[in-house]
Structure formats: structure tokens, C-alpha cells
């Protein structure tokens, strides 16, 4: 068992990284990668805060099932992690509308970040994770990899990319649970890692251990302009290669019209 870290060790560790007070920070993590540290998943949430101060913004994806009416105050995440399960369920922390797509946000631009938006895409240009980009925000990948950021598919929007997928989501109609199709640009998204070498050579990424995990820092607006000129040279640079047996990549290549 590795020794816990402490929220000191934690907090100089995300500063180093490039974590600064006053940012917007869109988190997408893995707590059992980082683990274990002092307090835990909470401990984690407190040394993000407390790195990005009372100026700054914290963001993280708080994704449900679909398969009920969504309540932002009740609805508990599906496959986030237990860190933005304990995060949207915090004092001050606010939870946008999306009946599938929810995202939570604590601190200044929480509001903004979380106001409603489309039901389709859910990850589209407006979208709490397009408002970290108007935001000069940054993306931290802490213990996952790029195939778990969601503003990959921002880019995917601005560039328009041809493929979109329909899945059913349980939307709230005046008091009636109704079914409904919600068209995004899904994929099994391991594609995305093709970022890590487009974005090594161009020295925008920032990494080094914190607490036990691998992280990866880099502006959204850095992420997501590499990944529009790679999605205008080949539009379905982030599908699996056809043949390869990844039936989600084949849905989406069949998709194209
Ligand atoms: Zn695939």
C-alpha cells in the first residue's frame, strides 16, 4: 500500500502541474489512480479549491443514466467516479439542467458554466464544457486519458464533424416522463488519444504525478484548436480505423451521410 498523500503535497503537486488561482479547471478524474490521499476523494476536492482559490472556478462532469427524469438536486452521477459524486452533492456547487449530460461547477463562473443548454449535443459549443472554453479555462486529466475528455467533443462540434448518434433520454414533459432522442458525436472516444502525441509535439501539454496518478494539464483553448485543425484534414480522425472491430466506430462511420 503506497502512503497517503497530504493536502499540502497534493496542493503543491496541482500548483506545479500549472494549476493557479483564479483558473477555470474542468476535472475529469480517476480517484482510485490518485489515491491514497489525506481525507480521500473530499480531501481531493478540497485541494483543487484550495489551489484554485476564491477567484477561481472548479468544473467537473456529473454524466446520468438517462433512463429517469433528471432532478440536478437528486439524480446521482453514472460511470463519473465517486469525486464528482461527492463534488455536485457540496455546498455552493451548482449542477446545469441536462437530463443526460450534467455537468457541476464552484466558484465565480459556476452560473455561467451551468446554465442551460441544448439538448443536443449535450457537449456541443454551448455547453458547460464549451463555457470553460469561452473561459480561457484548462483541462486536468488526473489519473484518465484523453478518451475521458469531454471537450474533445466541443472540437468535435465547431469542426462539424459528419457522424452523430441517437440515444434515448428520459426528459421531463410538463409532469410526463417522455422518451427522447438525443443526437451527439459518440464513439468509443480512444480515438482521443491521438491528442497526446499531436499536442507533445506542439509542448502544449503539462504533466507530473499527483498525489499517485498520472496528470495531464492543457488550456482548452490549446486542446480544442489542435483538435479542429486535425478534425478539418481528416473529419473522422477520432473513429477507430475501419476493420478493427470497434463497433461504436463502425455505428459512427455508418452515420455519415
Ligand atoms: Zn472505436
Given at each position: 500500500m503506497n502512503a497517503a498523500v497530504s493536502n499540502a503535497r497534493l496542493e503543491a503537486d496541482l500548483a506545479s502541474l500549472g494549476v493557479h488561482p483564479g483558473g477555470v479547471l474542468l476535472v475529469h478524474t480517476s480517484f482510485r489512480r490518485v489515491m491514497p490521499v489525506e481525507g480521500g476523494p473530499l480531501g481531493l476536492i478540497a485541494a483543487l479549491g484550495n489551489v484554485l482559490g476564491s477567484e477561481g472556478t472548479l468544473v467537473m462532469p456529473t454524466m446520468t443514466d438517462g433512463e429517469s427524469v433528471f432532478d440536478p438536486r437528486t439524480t446521482p452521477t453514472c460511470e463519473m467516479g465517486i469525486t464528482a459524486e461527492l463534488f455536485?452533492?457540496?455546498?455552493?456547487?451548482?449542477?446545469?439542467?441536462?437530463?443526460?449530460?450534467?455537468?457541476?461547477?464552484?466558484?465565480?463562473?459556476?452560473?455561467?458554466?451551468?446554465?442551460?443548454?441544448?439538448?443536443?449535443?449535450?457537449?456541443?459549443?454551448?455547453?458547460?464544457?464549451?463555457?470553460?472554453?469561452?473561459?480561457?479555462?484548462?483541462?486536468?486529466?488526473?489519473?484518465?486519458?484523453?478518451?475521458?475528455?469531454?471537450?474533445?467533443?466541443?472540437?468535435?462540434?465547431?469542426?462539424?464533424?459528419?457522424?452523430?448518434?441517437?440515444?434515448?433520454?428520459?426528459?421531463?414533459?410538463?409532469g410526463v416522463a417522455t422518451r427522447v432522442m438525443v443526437a451527439e458525436t459518440d464513439h468509443c472516444c480512444r480515438g482521443f488519444g491521438r491528442m497526446e502525441g499531436w499536442l507533445g509535439a506542439r509542448g502544449m501539454v503539462r504533466r507530473r504525478r499527483v498525489g499517485h496518478a498520472s496528470a495531464i494539464l492543457v488550456s482548452a483553448r490549446d486542446l480544442v484548436a489542435v483538435a479542429v485543425q486535425q478534425l478539418r484534414e481528416d473529419p473522422l480522425c477520432f473513429l477507430c480505423p475501419p476493420g478493427t472491430g470497434c463497433s461504436e466506430c463502425e455505428k459512427a462511420r455508418a452515420s455519415v451521410r
Open positions: 455536485w452533492r457540496q455546498h455552493r456547487v451548482v449542477r446545469s439542467t441536462h437530463p443526460g449530460g450534467s455537468f457541476a461547477a464552484r466558484g465565480p463562473l459556476a452560473e455561467t458554466i451551468c446554465a442551460p443548454h441544448p439538448l443536443s449535443p449535450p457537449h456541443g459549443r454551448d455547453s458547460p464544457p464549451g463555457r470553460v472554453l469561452d473561459a480561457d479555462g484548462q483541462v486536468l486529466l488526473l489519473g484518465v486519458g484523453y478518451s475521458e475528455c469531454t471537450m474533445l467533443h466541443v472540437a468535435e462540434d465547431i469542426a462539424g464533424v459528419p457522424y452523430s448518434i441517437e440515444h434515448p433520454c428520459v426528459v421531463d414533459n410538463d
